[in-house]
């Protein structure tokens, strides 16, 4: 189901607050009860929201949503910490970037950056990057996913594991609260357990939402990441824990980003 800008914002804020009530949200969007009505009921067929008396609550699955749907959300919170991100990255080194919308933020983020190589398996982040002279780019191989660009498989882990870079930037499709980094995919999960062994620093670039959400397979501990960039505060005892493991956690507003 590809989702309106409407109901992405109506599924953050299920995830958010646990539940949506119609009332609410069509006061939020200003339209009708029907028009919120018809579009809780077309995310529950799609299997993101269950209905409820007078809402709707979110579903747990282990299906990721659309990339389109990814893409639009928290769009400006995703700009901050690619914006913040990238600065932390000097010109004249070497580094990875992995698939997700967040990592593609970082990517434009980048376009100024001078003498740098950016090993990539998102064909996004590489078509972003030819606008950037200074950018040599190499793109893995492996099976393509046609939902969202990316590359994995085992051929895209044997590419990852012939280098040996400065930074990776990984994103996650969800961080459980005791600092585990989930996704959706083992193939992706393998890539991406590659990409942080072949790494000297590595970065994780995530928004709020993916705080607490379920996803089946574990990619590893943000105890393994140097730098966490998100645009809100981690849960306290999950903040204790990153200063515990020596892991900065860097918090991105969204209006930092001009």
Same mark, same amino acid.
């Given at each position: 189901m590809a989702l309106s800008i409407r109901q992405g914002e109506i599924l953050e804020l299920a995830r958010l607050e646990g539940r949506v009530l119609v009332d609410d949200l069509a006061n939020r969007f200003d339209?009708?009860?029907?028009?919120?009505?018809?579009?809780?009921?077309?995310?529950?067929?799609?299997?993101?929201?269950?209905?409820?008396?007078?809402?709707?609550?979110?579903?747990?699955?282990?299906?990721? &949503?659309?990339?389109?749907?990814?893409?639009?959300m928290? *769009?400006? +919170?995703? /700009?901050? =910490? @690619?914006?913040?991100?990238?600065?932390?990255?000097?010109?004249?080194?070497? &580094?990875?970037?992995?698939?997700?919308?967040?990592?593609? *933020?970082? +990517?434009? /983020?980048? =376009? @100024?950056?001078?003498?740098?190589?950016?090993?990539?398996?998102?064909?996004?982040?590489?078509?972003?990057?030819?606008?950037?002279?200074g950018c040599e780019i190499m793109v893995t191989g492996g099976a393509l996913r046609r939902s969202d660009g990316g590359l994995v498989g085992e051929l895209t882990t044997q590419f990852f594991e012939q280098f040996k870079v400065d930074y990776a930037?990984?994103?996650?499709?969800?961080?459980?609260?005791?600092?585990?980094?989930?996704?959706?995919?083992?193939?992706?999960?393998?890539?991406?357990?590659a990409i942080l062994r072949q790494s000297r620093h590595a970065f994780l670039v995530t928004d709020h939402s993916k705080l607490g959400r379920p996803a089946p397979a574990r990619i590893a501990s943000i105890a393994e990441i140097d730098t966490v960039f998100i645009d809100r505060p981690l849960p306290a005892e999950l903040q204790d824990r990153c200063a515990t493991w020596g892991t900065n956690v860097q918090i991105c507003p969204t209006d930092s980003v001009s």
């Open positions: 339209v009708t009860l029907q028009t919120i009505r018809r579009d809780l009921g077309d995310m529950a067929e799609a299997g993101l929201l269950d209905r409820v008396h007078g809402g709707a609550v979110p579903r747990a699955g282990a299906v990721n &949503l659309g990339y389109e749907a990814r893409r639009r928290n *769009a400006e +919170a995703k /700009a901050a =910490i @690619g914006a913040a991100c990238a600065a932390a990255i000097p010109d004249n080194c070497s &580094l990875i970037l992995n698939l997700g919308t967040t990592t593609e *933020a970082v +990517a434009h /983020a980048l =376009i @100024g950056h001078k003498n740098i190589t950016v090993v990539t398996n998102n064909m996004n982040v590489a078509n972003i990057l030819l606008a950037n002279p930037v990984i994103g996650t499709s969800a961080l459980d609260h005791d600092g585990d980094m989930l996704d959706f995919d083992l193939a992706e999960v393998r890539v991406s357990r």
